[in-house]
Every structure is written in C-alpha cells, then in structure tokens.
C-alpha cells in the first residue's frame, strides 16, 4: 500500500537499508511508495492523519 501521513503530534524516525535515517516531526508530511524498504520507529506517543491506497499490478 502507498501511504501518505502528516504527523500531528510527535516524531518518527524511518531507516532506510543504506543505513540513512530520516527524521520527521509535528507538522511534517511524508509519501511513503508501496514497497519501501524502510522500517521507521517512534520513542514517543504520535498521532497523525494518514491516508492509505491500495496499489494492485
């Protein structure tokens, strides 16, 4: 599924397999493309507005 979420409170930090971190926080929107290889991680409560598609081939 492709998602796209715009953080309302809090912060997420997503790894990507490279190694390369990319932080987000309050106020921040991110596309996040079906696939990604990326796994993402929160030490605090967060709450955002997201949107989710579902891709078929």
């Not at 990507?16 to 932080?23: E, I, K």
Request: net charge negative; charged share 15%.
């Amino acid at each position: 599924m492709n998602e796209f979420m715009h953080l309302l409170a809090g912060g997420v930090r997503f790894a990507a397999p490279d190694g390369s971190v990319l932080s987000v926080g309050t106020g921040d929107a991110l596309f996040v493309p079906q696939g990604a290889p990326i796994g993402w991680e929160s030490s605090e409560r967060v709450a955002k507005f997201y949107v989710s598609q579902s891709v078929q081939a």
